[in-house]
């Protein structure tokens, strides 16, 4: 159930990061985590990875 959290939690911070970056990077324009895709999407799959861990891990 971990992995499976884990998993599932890191997918979808993937999801936010890549809509993140191509929707809002607009409004924001200056952070160069929000604006590049490249970056956003691990950065908020890692994220995604760490919150789904603790919430059911």
């Given amino acids: 159930?971990?992995?499976l959290a884990a998993v599932a939690g890191a997918i979808l911070g993937g999801g936010?990061?890549?809509f993140i970056s191509k929707n809002?990077?607009?409004v924001t324009g200056g952070c160069p985590i929000m604006c590049n895709p490249r970056i956003a999407i691990p950065y908020f799959a890692f994220i995604g990875l760490l919150l789904g861990m603790e919430a059911f891990g």
Avoid: E, N
């Fill in 1 to 3: 159930m971990t992995i």
């Fill in 24 to 26: 809002l990077s607009r």
């Fill in 16 to 18: 936010a990061g890549y």
